[in-house]
């Protein structure tokens, strides 16, 4: 019998942490099994959306707008929503850091099976993608201690967005981020969403805000420009052909949006200026 691959990459362990990704293809075994995070607690990003299906709990579609907070021997399934599978890094945390910086389990209402989606500002985004670049490239670790400190203090002074309130509106909310998730270079209006979920299009604008925290055009925006971070980063591809593939009518359309999101424009990131 041949030996499964390993999913997961460790590329740097620094002072009370661990620096990896996480690649699962569409084919993968894992999808119809029990996943196991393991001993310790991960702080999740994810690249590619991703349903997580954690045991006695609703299920949740992780995007790049947030992050997903796991604590210690939780026992999920995943579930496909991107066609490439689920593309992720992570912050696996030791005991004492875990506890220091806040991240220790919680009984909160917020804990999805021991699973907390805790919003990702598009600082704290920015600096997890340079951490994660630093950790491929042997950054200084004095520098990457430091870096991760601050993201882990970013992360847990962030809101935990508000619950969505009885089961039927958490759903709700879940399928329409799958739809945003899914949609992103098209455009839609709120009656086209509220068509797709069977829900008046007045009350699913206020209650989407209401459950994350962002509106239904925020929260699509910030996925499109996530994604377009990581192209930038990932890929040669021209700077105003990335724009436009995530649906922004221009390269300076794209442009201007990208520098007051994030504080710099699309070449910076191409360039690893920023």
């Known amino acids: 019998m041949s030996e499964r691959p390993d999913p997961t990459d460790e590329l740097i362990t620094g002072s009370g942490y661990t620096v990896g990704t996480f690649t699962c293809g569409p084919d993968d075994w894992r999808w119809s099994s029990d996943n196991w995070v393991g001993p310790q607690r991960h702080v999740v990003f994810p690249g590619t959306p991703v ?20 604590d ?13 599978g689920d593309r992720c890094s992570f912050l696996r945390l030791e005991e004492d850091l875990a506890e220091t910086a806040g991240f220790a389990a919680s009984s909160s209402p917020a804990v999805t099976g021991g699973i907390r989606a805790t919003s990702l500002d598009p600082v704290a985004f920015a600096r997890h993608r340079r951490i994660l670049a630093a950790a491929r490239s042997g ?14 203090r970013r ?3 962030a809101p935990v967005p508000p619950t969505a309130g009885p089961a039927p509106n958490r759903e709700l909310v879940e399928q329409v981020k799958a739809l945003l998730a899914a949609s992103l270079p098209e455009r839609l209006t709120v009656p086209d969403i509220a068509r797709a979920v ?20 925020s929260y699509r925006q910030h996925l499109r420009l996530r994604a377009a971070f990581d192209l930038l980063r990932e890929t040669d591809r021209p700077i ?10 221009s390269h300076s359309h794209f442009t201007r949006t990208f520098r007051r999101t994030f504080g710099h424009p699309p070449a910076a990131v191409r360039s690893r200026a920023a």
């Open 240 to 249: 105003g052909d990335i724009g436009v593939s995530m649906g922004f009518d």
């Open 155 to 157: 992360l847990t002074a």
């Open 72 to 84: 210690g021997d939780v026992e999920f399934r995943r579930r496909l929503h991107a066609p490439d």
């Open 198 to 217: 069977h829900y008046s299009p007045y009350h699913l604008s206020r209650m989407f805000r209401r459950a994350t925290g962002y509106s239904l055009h």
């Open 51 to 70: 349903w997580i299906l954690p045991f006695g709990a609703d299920p949740l579609l992780g995007t790049a707008n947030h992050v997903l907070c796991y």
């Open 139 to 152: 950054a200084d670790p004095l520098w990457l201690d430091e870096q991760v400190y601050d993201l882990l």
